[in-house]
C-alpha cells in the first residue's frame, strides 16, 4: 500500500504538528511585539472615555460616556429605545459627550449611536491619541497580527486534503484530524483576538482598576455621590454591568450589553453579570444595615 | 475609647471611596456582620486600617434584649471581627430582632421594665465574656413606648450601663426623634444620662412623616439634631462623633458638607 502523497502518516503529523507550533509561537512573538506599546506613557492621567476605549474598545467608550451623561442628568430614554436628551449638556464635558449628547437630541438608538456620524468622529479622535501615545492598539497593527490566521487557515485546508486523500486511500485518519481540528481552534482563537490595550497600557490599567475597586457593582456603589466621573470610570473599568448597577432601568431601556469589557481580563471580577446580580445579596441595606427600613429603626 | 478620635462616618461598601479619601478622618464604623471574620477585608476597609484609621464593629443582630441568651456563633463572629480589625471597642444595641424563632429584620424595642434590665445585663455579660475588647450599648430610637414601662429611659439605660460596665454608643438623632414624637425635650435626657460613659456618638437624618419623625438614615441630618450635638458637647464632649447613613447616598459634596456639619457642632476639627 502506498503512502498517501508519497509521505508516512507519522512523518506527515510530524511536519503538521510542528508548523502548527510554529505558527503559534512566531504569531505570539509577532504580536507580543506589535502589542507592546509605549512604556513611558502613563494611563493614570487619562479620562474615564479613554480608559473604557482601552477596556472595551469603541462600544464600552459610548457606555461610559453615557453613565457620565446619566449620572448628570443629561440623558434618557425614550419610546422605542431611543435616547433622548433629559436636561442641559453639563460643562466640562469631552467631545463623545457632546456628540451623544446631539444624537439624543436626534431619537437615536444605542446600538446605532457608533455610526452617527459626530459619535464616530469622535470616538475617532480618542483612539487616535490613544494610538500616538502608545497605549491603544492601531487596527493596522490589529490587521498584521491577524496575517497569521492565513497560515493557521492554509493548515486546516492541508489538514481536510490530507484527510480526504488518506480516507480514499483507505488509510487511517483519526490522527489527522485530530491535529486538524486542533489547528482550527487555533486559527480561530488568532483571529477572535480582540484589544485595545498594549501591554504597556494594560499594567496602568490594573493598577486604575484595584485604586477603583469601589466603583465595582459588587460594592453597589453610590453613583449620586461618586458624581458623573465616578459614574463614567465605573463603566469604563467594569463594563456596562456598572451601568445596570447604577440605572438598571435605563442601562435596560437603552438596550446596554453588559458584558462589555474584556480588554483587561485579569482582574475585571465585575465585568459580567455576576457583578450585577450580586448588588440585590451585596448591599448592606438588604444585610448588614443596622437601619432596619420601615419607621423608626434605630440604630 | 480614651482617645479623642473627632469626627468619623460610618463605612458602607456603597461610599468607600468617598470615605477612602476623606483625609482627616482617624475613625469609622463598620456593620459587624458585614465583615467576614476570616476571609479578605473589602479594599476599602483594609486601606483605612493600613492607613491607621480606627474602625469599630457595630453589631445588629445580637439581639441583646431578647429574652433568649445571645446565639453564641454571633458572639464568636463579633469577637472575630474585633480581633481583626484590632478595634478598641465593639458596639451593639439595646434592642431585640428576634423572639421565639421569628426574625423581625428589624431592632425592636424593650419594655422599660427591670426584667428586661436582667435579660439585657445577662446578654451583655455573655458577650463581655466572649470579646475581649469592652462594648457600648446603643438605645434605638422607637416610635411607640410599652404599655408596662416600670423606668424612665435614663433610668433603663443607666441602670444596664451600671449592672454591666458597659459603654454608651449614644444616637444624638435618636434621643431627638424619641423626645419629638413623645412631645418631651431632647436635652432633658442628656441631663440624666451617665454622659461620661459615652464612647462615641451617632448622627444621622431623618424625616417627618404623617406627624411623627422617623430616624431614617437615609436623609440630611437636620439642624435640631446638630443642635442636640452641641448641647451634648457643652455638657460633655465625647471621644468621638460620626455621621451614620445608609442609604440614598447624596453627591460627596453634600456628604462632605454633613461631616463639617458635625464637626462644627461638635468643636472638633474638619476630617475633609
Known amino acids: 500500500m502506498n503512502d498517501t ?165 483507505n488509510r487511517p485518519v483519526g490522527f489527522i484530524i485530530l491535529a486538524t481540528i486542533a489547528a482550527f481552534i487555533l486559527t480561530l482563537t488568532m483571529l477572535r483576538t480582540r484589544r485595545w490595550a498594549t501591554d504597556a497600557a494594560h499594567k496602568g490599567m490594573r493598577e486604575l482598576r484595584s485604586q477603583h475597586t469601589y466603583l465595582s ?83 | 475609647m480614651a482617645e479623642t478620635y473627632g469626627v468619623g462616618i460610618g463605612w458602607r461598601p456603597e461610599i468607600a471611596g468617598f470615605v477612602e479619601g476623606l483625609p482627616g478622618l482617624r475613625f469609622a464604623e463598620v456593620v459587624a456582620e458585614s465583615v467576614h471574620a476570616h476571609g479578605e477585608l473589602p479594599t476599602g476597609l483594609q486601606v ?34 474585633a480581633e481583626r480589625l484590632n478595634a478598641p471597642l465593639v458596639s451593639e444595641h439595646i434592642a431585640f430582632v428576634r423572639a421565639g424563632g421569628i426574625e423581625a429584620g428589624h431592632l425592636l424595642p424593650l419594655p422599660r421594665t427591670r426584667e428586661a434590665v436582667d435579660a439585657v445585663v445577662a446578654n451583655v455579660r455573655r458577650v463581655q465574656a466572649a470579646v475581649p475588647v469592652p462594648i457600648a450599648l446603643e438605645p434605638i430610637a422607637a416610635l411607640f413606648d410599652w404599655p408596662d414601662d416600670e423606668l424612665t429611659e435614663a433610668q433603663f439605660l443607666t441602670e444596664i450601663l451600671d449592672r454591666s460596665g458597659a459603654q454608651l454608643l449614644l444616637d444624638v438623632a435618636n434621643v431627638y426623634a424619641n423626645a419629638r414624637n413623645r412631645g418631651t425635650d431632647p436635652a432633658d435626657l442628656l441631663d440624666h444620662l451617665p454622659l461620661d460613659r459615652v464612647a462615641y456618638v451617632h448622627v444621622a437624618g431623618g424625616a417627618e412623616h404623617q406627624g411623627l419623625y422617623h430616624d431614617t438614615h437615609t436623609d440630611a441630618v437636620p439642624q435640631p439634631v446638630l443642635d442636640l450635638v452641641t448641647a451634648l458637647c457643652e455638657r460633655h464632649r465625647p471621644p468621638a462623633l460620626m455621621l451614620e447613613r445608609d442609604g440614598d447616598y447624596p453627591p460627596a459634596a453634600a456628604l462632605a458638607g454633613e461631616l463639617d456639619a458635625i464637626a462644627r457642632a461638635s468643636g472638633y476639627p474638619a476630617v475633609t
Not at chain 1, 443629561?74 to 436628551?85: K, S, W
Not at chain 1, 449628547?101 to 455610526?115: E, I, K, P
Request: glycine share 18%.
Open chain 1, 5 to 169: 502523497w508519497g509521505i508516512s502518516g507519522p512523518t506527515f503529523l510530524t511536519y503538521f504538528i510542528g508548523a502548527m507550533i510554529a505558527i503559534a509561537i512566531i504569531a505570539a512573538v509577532h504580536r507580543k511585539a506589535l502589542f507592546r506599546g509605549n512604556r513611558s506613557s502613563r494611563v493614570d492621567n487619562l479620562g474615564p472615555q479613554q480608559v473604557a476605549y482601552l477596556n472595551g474598545g469603541d462600544r464600552l467608550a459610548i457606555y461610559s460616556s453615557m453613565g457620565g451623561l446619566r449620572a448628570a442628568g443629561a440623558l434618557g430614554t425614550g419610546p422605542g429605545r431611543t435616547l433622548v436628551r433629559t436636561g442641559p449638556l453639563p460643562a466640562g464635558v469631552t467631545p463623545l459627550d457632546s456628540a451623544i449628547y446631539n444624537a439624543a437630541g436626534n431619537g437615536v438608538r444605542t446600538r446605532d449611536l457608533h455610526s452617527d456620524q459626530w459619535v464616530a468622529s469622535a470616538v475617532e479622535q480618542l483612539r487616535d491619541t490613544l494610538e500616538r501615545n502608545g497605549l491603544a492598539v492601531s487596527a493596522g497593527k490589529m490587521r498584521e497580527a491577524r496575517l497569521w490566521v492565513l497560515g493557521g487557515v492554509a493548515l486546516v485546508v492541508i489538514g481536510i486534503a490530507r484527510t480526504l486523500a488518506g480516507l480514499g486511500n
Open chain 1, 217 to 299: 457593582p459588587a460594592n453597589s456603589p453610590a453613583y449620586a455621590t461618586y458624581g458623573a466621573t465616578g459614574a463614567a470610570m465605573g463603566v469604563a473599568l467594569f463594563g456596562g454591568a456598572a451601568l445596570y448597577s447604577m440605572d438598571p432601568a435605563f442601562a435596560a431601556e437603552a438596550e446596554v450589553q453588559r458584558i462589555a469589557a474584556t480588554g483587561g481580563s485579569v482582574g475585571s471580577s465585575g465585568g459580567g453579570d455576576s457583578g450585577s446580580s450580586s448588588c440585590s445579596s451585596g448591599s448592606s441595606c438588604s444585610s448588614g444595615s443596622s437601619c432596619g427600613g420601615g419607621g423608626g429603626c434605630g440604630g
Open chain 2, 48 to 81: 483605612l486600617l493600613d492607613r491607621g484609621v480606627t474602625v469599630i464593629p457595630h453589631g445588629v443582630r445580637l439581639s441583646l434584649g431578647g429574652a433568649e441568651p445571645v446565639e453564641e456563633a454571633r458572639v464568636e463572629h463579633l469577637a472575630a471581627v
